[in-house]
């Protein structure tokens, strides 16, 4: 029973108040600017998930010095990343080698690219302290070419920790590495700011009309869908139990029986507002999900080739479904092992409605 509390719960209570312990209550200081360097840029040329990470860190550093400036260097898929703004920290466009996913499969192309984003970097940074959120081999080689000391949280401990793979929760590690940067700059450590997203204020609530729950079957990753005849017989239990069901609509979905359902899309900064408007999202393991518990948002997240100790949404009201007893987790095959008995396959409809249900009888859960 435990265990299967574990499974739908999957808070982060116990690391949240070991997180507590280790940062006590640091009230803000007035830092003398002099001390401090000319600006912090931030190169983090991957994932859009882990820019939400990233911006935890930086919303709670922006509040522990108010004046200094900082930026974060996306890549090709982080240019449409809009929250870096609203917590006065700019977002520049750096091209790399890894904007084409199958960069290591063209060494030579890659190798060739290496020095102009080395250039490009070095004019970005100047006289700034460059730091290294994700830890990633990739942003020291260039860091390296372009002449500059980074404050990174790469470990040589692993093989894998080499391409930025965390050992902890993502939101621990951005943790662990504000921490070291904090220390660099000679400021007290404070906790991350979570969740950190600023959306514009929502119309009231009607409290006449029933509970909206926002569904998000799409994602990268073809192992980690769920069946879309499974997630529209969720829909139809959801409803059932007084629940009003929105799918959230992929630009480029392929056309599926979840066409007839209702449906929302939108750009990035307009999804934050929905998610933040609903009373649970229930999504797979993807962004959708980062961002919706980023702005306060209760999260059920199916989890199938992933582990949730590393890669669920951060914070008390983010929980999970997972069907156990798969040796092969985590996964980065991408075709699967053990096709029509995958660890998606086996996720039944019934376990996902329950625990939905199981979000709303808690009083913890959603507020």
Known sequence: MLDRERKLH????????????????????????????????????????DLVY???????????????????????????????????????????????RRWYKRPMQTIARLPRAAIDLRSLAKDSVLGDARGDVRHLVVATLAGKRIVSSLSFEKWERLWGRASNHIFVERRNWLWKLQDQLGLPRTAPKWPWIKVPAAPPKNTTAPPTVLLSPGGSGELK??????????????????????FIREPERTPSVLDSEEQWSGNIEQLASRLASADLVVAIDSFVGHVAAAVGTPTLTLFGPQLPELWKPWGPKARYVIVDDFS?????????????????????VRVVADAVENCFSTPAAIT
């Open 54 to 100: 990233l911006g935890a860190m930086l919303a709670a550093l922006r509040e522990q010095v108010p004046g200094l400036p900082i930026s974060v260097v996306v890549g090709e898929i982080g240019k449409v990343f809009p929250f870096f703004e609203t917590i006065g920290v700019s977002r520049v466009q750096l091209s790399v080698p890894w904007d084409d």
């Open 225 to 246: 869908k769920w069946d879309p005849a499974k997630w529209q017989r969720l829909a139809s239990i959801l409803r059932e139990m007084g629940l009003h069901t929105v």
């Open 328 to 348: 092969c987790r985590p996964c980065t095959q991408r075709r699967c092992v053990r096709p029509g008995v995958s660890c998606m396959d086996l996720l039944d």
């Open 10 to 49: 999957g808070n982060h209570k116990e690391s949240e108040l070991v997180l507590e312990k280790q940062v006590g209550t640091t009230n803000k200081r007035d830092v003398n600017a002099s001390g401090l360097p000319a600006g912090l840029v931030v190169l983090d040329a991957f994932t859009l998930g």
